[in-house]
């Protein structure tokens, strides 16, 4: 105990009081606090809309109020659906890690119940796109030629012509489309998240997302055949020219240098 | 005379380049003079003019090459007719390729290369490499020549006829006929001032008073209710199909997108009225030089245009914000018909796409 009282004057004693402190209010409250219980007579639906507004006054209700109405931060959730908040979530761009120009996308840490929960509580507040059947955003039911017109007409102004993406004003972005679940981008044309504009089924009906998607997986996977190897970004002539002049033609002067700079003589001078 | 023409072909003057150097590469003359001309160095054997063995591997090594370079050939020759067109095989590093584009482009770039090398090899390690001098002659002519030269130019301007000859009608029709050709050109030039109409085909589109709005995806009538907030729909006037002579022409004046904002989103009343229940059509044709500005960012209601970042305020009568465009890109007003479909009330008010000449 004296050993103690002597270094109660250390600098560090009151931080070391101050985690025991902590530790113990912790395990306390962990061992005594209320269990949550669901309410028996609750339907499968209303208990998820209940566990999706607890999600939501969690990680959602700072940017977009504590009723869904949008503030200063966020916009509004009435009436944006179920697809939108699968979108957001799943592709980790909501809940932002910080403000900026666009949310971009990082790991998800919310699970599949999670997401359809947040999801239900969302599409309780208005009517919106709901999540899509499988079947609706299958690629090898698309026509992918017939994707590539209609790419080409709503899409790459901003997405490039095989979906590489591109720059946007004031630092926002259309964001690469490699590799993206076919789900995600049936979700992004129906609901428009952020920046982007949406493509509703009546003016864009839910075959040709389809075959837009069939599209996308054509060109811009990594299991896309790429015949000729080294798309170089698949932006065209422009970089293929960049690269032919640069490394080309430079790799012809360092061996025409290489070949000149070895002398054959017998005696090296 | 004859003796200069043929002197000339051994002339040494001093300036030639003499070898004058001993074994060690150093002149003979450099400690009279600091400035003579050193010459060629000695000539320094190489392994291969030594070794009879080394050249001879060196012949075996270019004889290699050149026996790659033919089986290369047999090679893309053979790839050509067994690998089929519509293959795909993965090949590290390059990805998912086509195994035809892979081998016919590797056997005949190694079938080239394998002949460019062994033809350094043979000529850096076999071939002679005694550097020899040639004498520069002089280029100018000798007098006998060029006296003989202009003796025949005389001659032939005088039996011709130009200027001294008889038959003058000849040349001075010739001296016509050549001064009025680059007329042709000029009159050309007229295509570069004003426009014949004064402008008008790129003053009126196919847009009038009723034409409905056909949405470029499905090939139908636009109705307001298929549209929701923040949507983009690409469109072009009822009547214009794909294949007629005049698409292209149209389109280029005609093209337009819709946009549909919360009305009370939009800043400019007259941009307002025009649109329908914030239902707003533009031209999509930039106003810089006429490409597509339809990069449309839903959230902020800008339009951008991709090949010089003009921005448009789409909330604003499409208002420049940015970017070299001069002028807003026009807005055609929208009505809602009997039938319930979206139509144009008339023409653009003023000339879509790029400023021209008359467009002031």
């Not at chain 1, 796109?129 to 007409?153: C, I, K, M, Q, W």
């Not at chain 2, 390690?125 to 280029?139: C, F, G, K, N, V």
Request: charged share 20%; glycine share 10%.
């Amino acid at each position: 105990m004296k050993k103690l009282s002597v270094r109660r004057r250390h600098p560090l004693a009151a931080f070391v009081v101050l985690i025991f402190a902590l530790a113990a209010t912790g395990g306390l409250y962990a061992a005594l606090a209320p269990a949550g219980e669901a309410k028996a007579d609750a339907s499968e639906t209303s208990i998820a809309i209940e566990e999706g507004q607890k999600l939501y006054a969690v990680g959602c209700a700072s940017c977009h109020g504590a009723g869904g109405q949008g503030s200063s931060d966020g916009p509004t959730l009435v009436g944006v659906g179920a697809a939108a908040v699968d979108f957001q979530v799943s592709t980790g761009r909501m809940p932002m890690q910080q403000p900026g120009p666009q949310a971009p996308t990082k790991p998800n840490i919310y699970s599949e119940e999670e997401i359809a929960q947040l999801a239900a509580y969302i599409a309780s507040l208005g009517p919106g796109p709901g999540v899509p059947e499988a079947s609706a955003y299958d690629p090898s039911e698309g026509n992918a030629a017939h994707g590539g017109e209609l790419f080409r007409t709503n899409c790459s102004q901003c997405h490039n012509f095989t979906g590489q993406g591109g720059a946007l004003t004031h630092g926002k972005y259309a964001p690469n489309l490699h590799d993206v679940d076919p789900k995600h981008i049936y979700q992004a044309m129906l609901t428009g998240p952020q920046a982007m504009p949406s493509f509703p089924d009546a003016v864009l009906p839910p075959e040709q997302k389809r075959d837009i998607i069939a599209w996308l997986t054509a060109v811009n996977t990594s299991e896309s055949p790429s015949p000729g190897g080294f798309g170089l970004g698949g932006f065209g002539p422009v970089a293929e020219g960049l690269f032919a002049w640069t490394f080309g033609i430079g790799l012809l002067v360092a061996v025409a240098v290489w070949v000149a700079a070895h002398t054959a003589k017998a005696r090296k001078s | 005379m004859s003796s200069q023409i043929e002197s000339h072909d051994d002339v040494n003057d001093g300036k030639t380049p003499v070898r004058t150097g001993d074994a060690d590469g150093l002149p003979e003359t450099r400690e009279h003079d600091p400035f003579a001309d050193p010459g060629l160095p000695a000539h320094k054997p190489r392994i291969q003019d030594l070794d009879e063995r080394a050249a001879k591997r060196s012949e075996r090594v270019v004889t290699l090459l050149f026996t790659v370079s033919m089986l290369a050939t047999v090679g893309f020759i053979l790839s050509y007719a067994l690998i089929p067109i519509d293959a795909i095989t993965y090949i590290w590093p390059f990805g998912n390729v086509s195994p035809l584009n892979f081998s016919l482009g590797m056997t005949l770039g190694l079938a080239l290369f394998c002949i460019g090398a062994g033809a350094v090899h043979w000529s850096r390690t076999l071939m002679s490499d005694e550097e020899s001098a040639q004498e520069r002659h002089p280029i100018e002519a000798t007098p006998a020549v060029k006296a003989a030269v202009m003796e025949d130019f005389r001659k032939g301007t005088e039996e011709s006829g130009i200027g001294f000859g008889r038959r003058k009608m000849i040349r001075n029709s010739m001296f016509g006929a050549l001064a009025l050709v680059p007329l042709s050109g000029i009159v050309l030039l007229r295509d570069l001032g004003p426009s014949p109409e004064g402008g008008a085909p790129l003053r009126r589109t196919m847009w009038e008073e009723g034409t409905l709005i056909i949405n470029e995806n499905t090939g139908q009538p636009l109705r307001p209710e298929d549209m929701v907030v923040g949507s983009l729909v690409q469109a072009m006037p009822e009547g214009l199909d794909l294949h007629d002579h005049h698409f292209h022409e149209e389109i280029a004046k005609a093209a337009v997108m819709l946009v549909r904002l919360e009305p009370e989103d939009i800043k400019d009343q007259q941009s307002a009225d025009w649109g329908h229940e914030g239902i707003l059509c533009y031209s999509k044709i930039c106003t810089h030089i006429g490409c597509p500005a339809t990069l449309y960012e839903q959230q902020t209601h800008h339009a951008l245009c991709p090949c010089h970042q003009s921005t448009f305020d789409l909330s604003d009568g499409a208002r420049v914000l940015f970017g070299p465009a001069g002028h807003a890109l026009p807005q055609l007003r929208i009505t809602v018909n009997e039938d319930g479909y979206l139509a144009a009330m008339g023409d653009f008010e003023e000339p879509p796409g790029p400023s021209f000449w008359e467009r002031g």
